[in-house]
């Protein structure tokens, strides 16, 4: 893998899956994702890489996929430090994370807050499954890891995002539209 790494040039792009996958689902999201990288930059040469955490994939089981998201952190941190040591110096590495996996980002910004230079050229958050306040007092550390772009995409109509809304009863990263304001009232009310 080092060797792989040394000797490739071009993006190294890093996947995330989130809640509710499993590992040939998340496989297959990833053979997608590669494909539509590959189908917009012909030119580019791309190294893709699965980071899968163990989620059992069922729906029932949001809180022991957030459990096992979390003492996964550590192993998501120890991975890309080891890919950035080992990649060649004119490689850069996007990172995708979905859903619940877009934790790994802030959890990884917040633990290199003190890092000299971006790790990511890009993090794009898709239907971020994170509290929204979290994500926003978190951000700064984040930003400091990424070169070039930071981008979180959302979804109002996500159905995940909605059942964790109201689990949480605060609004999601990737569902900001109405602030939490609607799932409160409905958990009080």
């Known amino acids: 893998f080092s060797r792989q790494l040394r000797d490739f040039h071009g993006l190294i792009c890093v996947y995330v899956h989130g809640y509710d996958m499993t590992f040939e689902d998340t496989a297959r999201e990833?053979?997608?994702l590669v494909d539509e990288y590959k189908r917009r930059n012909s030119n580019q040469a791309?190294?893709?890489?699965?980071?899968?955490?163990?989620?059992?994939?069922?729906?029932?089981?949001?809180?022991?996929?957030?459990?096992?998201?979390?003492?996964s952190e550590k192993p998501f941190r120890d991975f890309i430090d080891?890919?950035?040591?080992?990649?060649?110096s004119d490689s850069y590495v996007d990172l995708i994370a979905h859903s619940m996996g877009s934790r790994y980002a802030f959890a990884y910004g917040v633990a290199k807050s003190q890092a000299?230079?971006?790790v990511f050229r890009?993090?794009?958050?898709s239907c971020a499954d994170m509290d929204y306040h979290t994500a926003?007092?978190?951000?700064?550390?984040?930003?400091?890891?990424?070169g070039r772009s930071l981008y979180v995409l959302t979804n109002d109509s996500d159905g995940p995002l909605l059942t964790s809304q109201a689990l949480h009863a605060q609004p999601r990263l990737g569902r900001?539209?109405?602030?939490?304001q609607t799932v409160r009232q409905n958990a009080t009310g």
């Not at 890009?122 to 958050?125: A, D, F, Q, S």
């Open 30 to 32: 990833m053979a997608e």
């Open 46 to 71: 791309i190294l893709p890489i699965l980071f899968s955490w163990p989620s059992p994939g069922k729906t029932a089981d949001y809180t022991g996929d957030e459990a096992n998201l979390e003492w």
């Open 82 to 88: 080891l890919l950035v040591s080992e990649k060649n």
């Open 116 to 118: 000299p230079r971006a």
């Open 122 to 125: 890009n993090v794009i958050l």
């Open 136 to 146: 926003e007092q978190k951000k700064e550390d984040l930003e400091r890891c990424v």
């Open 176 to 180: 900001p539209t109405d602030n939490g």
